[in-house]
């Protein structure tokens, strides 16, 4: 499970959990609304992997065959398409390590055709993966790949023509929200600018960020593409899949690459990623005679590779674990769960959920929840689906801390490590509660906002707390989970508040 990624699944010995506060295992004691980032594996998900591991290795001296590898990995592929519910456009689908292993993928395949200078122009770039601006530029975003080979992050991976990197913040210098109209406005100047200087644009859309923001708007791209015709490739950051099914139908339909991962809304294991195409691009490249960067066979096996990439590879090392396949794996079992609840009844647990997180926040009046412009043009702008599309499922607030307006993000970076950590025996839980010291309380990394603002913290509702409300024997769904999940979160808040008095105290 820690296999077949970067440094970010290596798990540190003494306390268990990767850099992302993860276990490899299920970590039932934990209380957990980390999905906006991480979340250890369910129970579920890690007998899900079990039975695949176990059917690939009934004899524990044999060696997979390559061609059954290949099938697993074509399986699953499907098997995702069919669960999304856009198997009938028929994507392509390239299943990754990770989300941004897929925004490099993405970026040597539009890449790689192409005969201009490129420039990827990323909108919500403060609120992306640390390693975007790595990954859309063609560079090692890590010192180990995909498939174990170190390497030196930062440098260009071997085969990627240079691609220049433009970066559009969602806040200011001011570490001010821009509001929607403003980032369709700088984003239109960057694509126009750089189209006019001859430069093909990767235009990185953001649907959902880190704080549950999307920009810029469809009408936007609409125009540029209709200004700039194939100038212009738009890749749909959709790491967090916190969006509807419509929605991501409605991207491929309009021919943009779609990013997604199992791991984050659906709590699939850290981490999972694939980047999804639209079928004219597959046509297009189960016939071209392009060649993808020789430097991906640091990043892909061969047996990952979908045959419509197959004429376009340079050479693939033979797969050395499968490690993303088992992850996958969890994470579609997490998805095949989420989706058996009827859709008008996750709507309601959903809101149900939504509406007890608010109540539980008003109740700790240091935790201020932060709203952003373009947060709300997410939940309009798209507008096609419902359910993830139309309602916010990261809550991303701040921590007031007396004498500082808010914990400054060192402070706040603290706090979220002691958090998610049993502190019976730390001077920090001598005088907590004893079920507030014992209990280890998993959420996502803290935002730095820049600008004196501090840090969002953030507390998500992932898939793992609807499906939960789902009897699998009888298939009755009783909210009466969601009360459960909520007394967790309120020893989540409560721990926050008490560390977050004590670290303001030793400021
Ligand atoms: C919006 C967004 N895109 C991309 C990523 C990168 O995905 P991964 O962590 O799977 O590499 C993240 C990570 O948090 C993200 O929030």
Same mark, same amino acid.
């Given at each position: 499970m820690t296999l077949g990624g970067d440094a970010r699944l290596i798990v540190d010995p003494e306390s268990g959990l990767n850099r992302y506060g993860c276990s490899p295992m299920p970590r039932d004691e934990a209380f957990s609304f980390a999905s906006s980032t991480a979340t250890s594996i369910s129970r579920h998900g890690y007998e899900a992997a079990c039975r695949l591991h176990d059917c690939l290795f009934q004899d524990e001296t044999e060696r997979i065959a390559e061609d059954r590898l290949h099938d697993v990995t074509s399986h699953l592929a499907s098997t995702l398409t069919r669960t999304l519910q856009i198997d009938t456009r028929k994507p392509g689908v390239l299943l990754s390590a990770s989300g941004t292993d897929s925004q490099m993928h993405a970026t040597a395949i539009v890449a790689c055709s192409e005969r201009s200078p490129l420039v990827s122009v990323v909108c919500g770039s403060d609120e992306t993966g640390s390693g975007t601006p790595y990954s859309v530029t063609g #560079?090692? @975003?890590?010192?180990?790949? $995909?498939?174990?080979h170190i390497v030196e992050k930062g440098t260009r991976i071997q085969g990627f023509p240079e691609i220049q990197y433009l970066g559009v913040p969602? #806040?200011?210098?001011?570490g001010r929200n821009k509001s929607p109209e403003e980032l369709d406005q700088e984003v239109r100047q960057a694509v126009a600018h750089s189209v006019h200087r001859g430069y093909v644009v990767l235009l990185h859309l953001?649907?959902?960020?880190?704080?549950?923001c999307m920009a810029p708007s469809l009408n936007l791209v609409d125009e540029l593409r209709q200004r700039f015709g194939d100038a212009v490739q738009v890749i749909v950051? $959709?790491?967090?899949?916190?969006?509807?099914m419509e929605d991501l139908a409605t991207h491929l339909d309009r021919n943009h690459i779609v990013l997604i991962t199992?791991?984050? @809304?659906?709590?699939? *294991? *850290?981490f999972s990623g694939a980047s999804l195409y639209p079928s004219s691009m597959v046509e297009r490249w189960s016939r071209t005679n392009h060649r993808l960067p020789s430097g991906l066979s640091n990043y892909l096996d #061969? &047996? !990952?590779?979908?045959d419509w990439l197959a004429r376009a590879t340079p050479p693939l090392p033979a797969p050395a674990d499968i490690g993303m396949r088992l992850r996958w794996t969890a994470a579609l079992e997490e998805m095949s769960r989420y989706f058996a609840i009827p859709r008008s009844e996750r709507i309601r647990l959903l809101d149900d959920f939504g509406l007890r997180i608010k109540r539980i926040l008003d /109740?700790?009046? /240091?935790?201020q929840p932060i709203q952003s412009p373009h947060q709300r043009s997410a939940i309009n702008n798209n507008?096609?689906? *419902?359910?993830l599309s139309s309602r916010p499922t990261l809550i991303p607030f701040r921590i007031a801390a007396p004498g500082h307006d808010t914990l400054p993000p060192e402070q706040a970076g603290a706090l979220y490590q002691l958090l998610n950590q /049993?502190? !019976?025996?730390?001077s920090m839980g001598r005088h907590m509660p004893h079920d507030l010291s014992s209990r280890a309380c998993h959420i996502g990394q803290p935002v730095p906002l820049g600008n004196g603002l501090g840090a969002a913290m953030r507390i998500s509702i992932g898939a793992r707390i609807i499906a939960g &409300? #789902?009897? *699998? /024997? !009888?298939s009755i769904v009783d909210s009466g989970f969601l009360k459960v999940e909520e007394e967790k979160l309120r020893t989540v808040c409560s721990k926050i508040q008490f560390l977050a008095r004590a670290i303001t105290r030793s400021i």
């Open positions: #560079r090692h @975003f890590d010192g180990v790949t $995909a498939v174990g969602f #806040r200011d210098d001011r953001m649907d959902q960020s880190k704080l549950g950051d $959709a790491c967090q899949l916190r969006l509807d199992g791991s984050k @809304f659906f709590t699939g *294991p *850290p #061969r &047996c !990952t590779l979908p /109740e700790y009046p /240091e935790l507008g096609q689906g *419902p359910e /049993e502190l !019976t025996q730390h &409300c #789902r009897d *699998p /024997e !009888t």
